[in-house]
């Protein structure tokens, strides 16, 4: 039985993808890259992040439209997407899948042009979600040589393994599986075509020094913001 | 681009008087569930039956579209998303959306602001970087591409048109006897009431002199020259919440995403929260369920 949650591993790997960044934006609804963020604040790295659902505080006082505006200008290193479908080639879809409908675009055909990297984040690792070709292109994985574009995909990060996204070859590589799962399991659960090293490292458990961070001040900033995730995740923790 | 008015305020009893400021099949530009909803006004629109609205997500929709689609209320929802956040998809939205019930026009963040930045200049279009490749671009003949002119290169780059919300609506911390109302840090409001024909407010508190003559406030009024119709409604933000004076009601929106999974569940929600709380009834909008 692991002493860590999935949620604090997913943010252990998120902080480690994050490394030297300056700037990182998170955006709606997204509790474990904000999680990420303020453990690698906890850690001491001076790392500027604009919660933009940060309730008390909110480093914008012109709404979401300032973050774009930084976003335009290339103040932004990171920032994340998720996806109601994530094709092989990176492209993200967040409107509809076959009858279904979700939620809308959000600002990813924005934000995935104009972040300098982007970390794609998925929970859910199943065929349904990761699919050879995305039904609706909320925002391009990759673009024309002649379309102006800063940034891209950086990773995709699941429930169950980390990719790294290649931008030569235009297709992800494993980086590594989740403790509890085997390449082929991932093989099997993935519905794009993707590369994987002959031997795929097993992606990093929490360390108890990362364990102590996020279950004290970490949990503590992050449950005025994310009530209900913090309470599912810490329970008895994050009393604010 | 149609020539706006400069509007003089109009104060109005409530927030149902509001609501029939609102006529049936207006184009009216909403905020987000975490910017100063006028949920009262929502909840009056649904009780006045408002039908074929047009809504505006600035850029995104969420609890107050949910409901007034459930309603009824809506024709059409053009926005960057419609959730409930945490709290998990819009379900009415969802269910609309997918029976062809409603017409959806999918938008992205940046392009709803930057054609309200346009509306608010006056000019036709914003340029905007990004957005090409998407499959946005076929939903919307608004959205033009062109060759940037300032290059020798070739560089293409999307416009947004000029966003013209016919009504504006939002509920502010205080308004004055002058008409201008205090929203503080939610400057993005400001920029739907420069960009719409009309913009109607409800506010939690009627403040003493003129804002706009005290220099720490001023930065956060919207100049009452933007403003068309005004009333008080004191927590009329609820269940959405109201900057430092009370937080968005989390329990009650998990409880509303819950119950409005099914039609029934959602039609006892509006029994509960939106018909009996009418204006006189006992049953208080600050009374959660949850």
Known sequence: MASWAREELLACSIARLIGDAAHVAVGAASPIPATACALLRAQGRPLRVSLLHKRAGNPFTEGSRELFDLAGQGRIDVFFLGGAQIDGAANVNLVQAGAHRFAGSFGSAFMYFTARRTILFREEHSPRVLVPKVDFISAPGSSPPQVWRRGGAQALLTGKALFAWQPQGKRFRLASVHPGNRPAEIRELTGFDYDAPESVPLTPAPSSEEIRLLRGPVAREIAPDYPDFARRVWASGAAA | ?290
């Open chain 2, 1 to 290: 681009m149609h020539d706006l008015p400069a509007n003089s305020p109009q104060f109005l009893a409530d927030a149902e008087a509001i609501a029939a400021q609102i006529p049936d099949g207006a184009y009216l530009a909403l905020p987000p569930d975490y910017s100063l909803v006028a949920m009262a006004v929502v909840r009056a629109l649904v009780r006045r039956r408002a039908r074929a609205l047009r809504l505006l997500g600035v850029p995104v929709l969420g609890f107050c579209a949910d409901l007034l689609i459930g309603a009824g209320c809506v024709a059409s929802v053009e926005s960057s998303a419609v959730s409930l956040g945490e709290a998990g998809a819009a379900p009415r939205f969802t269910e609309a959306a997918e029976s062809g019930a409603l017409r959806v026009i999918d938008a992205t963040c940046p392009m709803v602001h930057s054609g309200l930045q346009a509306s608010e200049k006056g000019v036709p279009f914003m340029p905007l970087r990004g957005v090409l490749g998407s499959d946005l671009m076929a939903r919307r003949a608004d959205w033009k591409v062109i060759q940037n002119p300032l290059s020798t290169q070739p560089d293409p780059i999307v416009l947004a048109s000029a966003i013209e919300p016919e009504v504006a609506l939002f509920h502010a911390r205080w308004a004055d006897r002058c008409g201008n109302v205090w929203i503080g840090r939610r400057r993005e409001l400001a920029t739907i009431a420069h960009a719409a024909r009309r913009t109607c407010v409800t506010y939690e508190a009627l403040r003493e002199g003129d804002m706009l003559e005290d220099e720490l406030l001023a930065p956060g009024v919207l100049a009452s020259v933007y403003v068309s119709a005004l009333a008080p409604a004191a927590r009329g933000a609820w269940p959405l919440g109201m900057a430092d004076l009370y937080a968005i009601d989390d329990a009650h929106l998990m409880q509303y995403a819950k119950d409005a999974r099914t039609r029934e569940g959602f039609e006892r929600y509006l029994n509960d929260f939106v018909w009996q709380a009418g204006p006189g009834k006992s049953s208080s909008p600050a009374a959660s369920r949850a």
